[in-house]
């Protein structure tokens, strides 16, 4: 049987602070282009990975306490995710040669994969660049879908702010924002990422968190009336502030705390009393939980695409062996736009 060379992004040993690049070694096996007869498996060539902040919780060693490491990776072994591949061989019924899906795989070039229902999807838009099923029309883009019209229950003249705006999942919610009549807020760490919330997301203002000695003041100034929805991608201290300038009746997505994912300790909310008084709602959710909703989301977005409503912004590397630093990149802020890997050309 023929067999080709496979590279592998394996993780070290589990982590424990910020992650390095260190973390995440680049290592060689073979792998069989053939899966073996009757099974129910396809082999995939995986063109793009995607590099999510997730991820960095799965680096942790397993704690029966925290269901954020009950998927933790294993040390020695390639570490996965989401990923846009194409079939080289299959013995599953539903995909043949040539086909295009993405889904769970591995972070290597090849991945042996069973495909799995609302795990795996089969691409049927491939007049988009097939780059977008790791973000735009891929998790981040269901999780935006999801988080804001499922969770928010959002209302035309709401004030809305989303922190780590300019990334794969906030700046697609703002742009749904706007688009039911929303006044809208994002926060970033640079004035790069600011001005392109303002300037092509078409955020109504934007600030650089780094910038503001006061985040409950910078609130203040941009929602003197309040804040509606929060859409959570930080966590923290951005977490404290937003409560305090909250509206009575208003909702928190908590969609992700990346501020939070390296830290020993992490950082306690000190207004949480605030949300009784307020009548807040925080509503955890993960995306998993809706891919049922994925054939919605596309007649949804797919048409706003097509009219050139939406865009979206990738930060590409390029290359398997440039994937520890993109995924460690993320938790410094290094990304503009979604991140991802091109381990493939397609």
Same mark, same amino acid.
């Given at each position: 049987?023929?067999?080709?060379?496979?590279?592998?992004?394996?993780?070290? !040993?589990?982590?424990?602070?910020?992650?390095?690049?260190?973390?995440?070694?680049?290592?060689?096996?073979?792998?069989?282009?053939?899966?073996?007869? $009757?099974?129910?498996?396809?082999?995939?060539?995986?063109?793009?990975?995607?590099?999510?902040?997730?991820?960095?919780?799965?680096?942790?060693?397993? !704690?029966?306490?925290?269901? %954020?490491?009950?998927?933790?990776?294993?040390?020695?072994?390639?570490?996965?995710?989401?990923?846009?591949?194409?079939?080289?061989?299959?013995?599953?019924?539903?995909?043949?040669?040539?086909?295009?899906?993405?889904?769970?795989?591995?972070?290597?070039?090849?991945?042996?994969?069973?495909?799995?229902?609302?795990?795996?999807?089969?691409?049927?838009? @491939?007049?988009?660049?097939?780059?977008?099923?790791?973000?735009?029309?891929?998790?981040?883009?269901?999780?935006? /879908?999801?988080?804001?019209?499922?969770?928010?229950?959002?209302?035309?003249?709401? @004030?809305?702010?989303?922190?780590?705006?300019?990334?794969?999942?906030?700046?697609?919610?703002?742009?749904? %924002?706007?688009?039911?009549?929303? /006044?809208?807020?994002?926060?970033?760490?640079?004035?790069?990422?600011?001005?392109?919330?303002?300037?092509?997301? $078409?955020?109504?203002?934007?600030?650089?968190?780094?910038?503001?000695?006061?985040?409950?003041?910078?609130?203040?100034?941009?929602?003197?009336?309040?804040?509606?929805?929060?859409?959570?991608?930080?966590?923290?201290?951005?977490?404290?502030?937003?409560?305090?300038?909250?509206?009575?009746?208003?909702?928190?997505?908590?969609?992700?705390?990346?501020?939070? /994912?390296?830290?020993?300790?992490?950082?306690?909310?000190?207004?949480?009393?605030?949300?009784?008084?307020?009548?807040?709602?925080?509503?955890?959710?993960?995306?998993?939980?809706?891919?049922?909703?994925?054939?919605?989301?596309?007649?949804?977005?797919?048409?706003?695409?097509?009219?050139?409503?939406?865009?979206?912004?990738?930060?590409?590397?390029?290359?398997?062996?440039?994937?520890? %630093?993109?995924?460690?990149?993320?938790?410094?802020?290094?990304?503009?736009?979604?991140?991802?890997?091109?381990?493939?050309?397609?």
């Amino acid at each position: 049987m023929a067999t080709t060379i496979n590279k592998q992004v394996v993780l070290r !040993d589990y982590v424990t602070g910020f992650a390095n690049e260190s973390d995440l070694v680049i290592t060689s096996t073979t792998v069989d282009l053939r899966v073996p007869k $009757g099974s129910m498996t396809a082999l995939v060539k995986n063109l793009y990975l995607s590099c999510d902040p997730y991820m960095r919780n799965r680096m942790r060693k397993p !704690d029966p306490l925290s269901p %954020a490491t009950a998927q933790s990776f294993t040390p020695g072994k390639p570490i996965s995710g989401f990923g846009v591949s194409k079939v080289i061989d299959s013995g599953h019924s539903d995909y043949e040669e040539g086909d295009l899906l993405w889904g769970a795989v591995g972070w290597e070039e090849y991945s042996v994969i069973t495909p799995i229902p609302n795990l795996h999807f089969k691409i049927h838009h @491939t007049d988009f660049p097939l780059s977008y099923y790791t973000g735009l029309l891929g998790m981040p883009g269901m999780t935006a /879908y999801v988080g804001f019209y499922e969770i928010c229950s959002p209302k035309k003249g709401d @004030t809305v702010f989303v922190s780590a705006a300019s990334g794969a999942v906030g700046q697609l919610v703002g742009q749904f %924002a706007k688009m039911m009549g929303c /006044y809208v807020v994002g926060s970033a760490g640079s004035k790069e990422k600011v001005d392109l919330l303002k300037n092509k997301f $078409g955020f109504d203002d934007a600030f650089n968190y780094k910038e503001e000695h006061n985040l409950i003041a910078a609130l203040k100034r941009c929602f003197p009336e309040g804040i509606d929805i929060y859409f959570e991608n930080v966590g923290g201290k951005m977490l404290d502030a937003v409560i305090l300038n909250m509206r009575p009746h208003g909702r928190i997505a908590a969609c992700g705390m990346i501020s939070q /994912y390296n830290l020993k300790n992490p950082e306690g909310i000190y207004g949480l009393s605030l949300i009784t008084y307020k009548r807040i709602r925080i509503q955890g959710f993960n995306c998993f939980d809706y891919f049922d909703k994925y054939s919605e989301f596309l007649e949804f977005v797919v048409p706003y695409i097509r009219e050139g409503k939406i865009t979206y912004v990738e930060d590409v590397a390029d290359g398997i062996e440039s994937a520890p %630093a993109a995924l460690v990149g993320l938790f410094h802020g290094k990304n503009v736009g979604k991140q991802l890997v091109v381990v493939s050309p397609s």
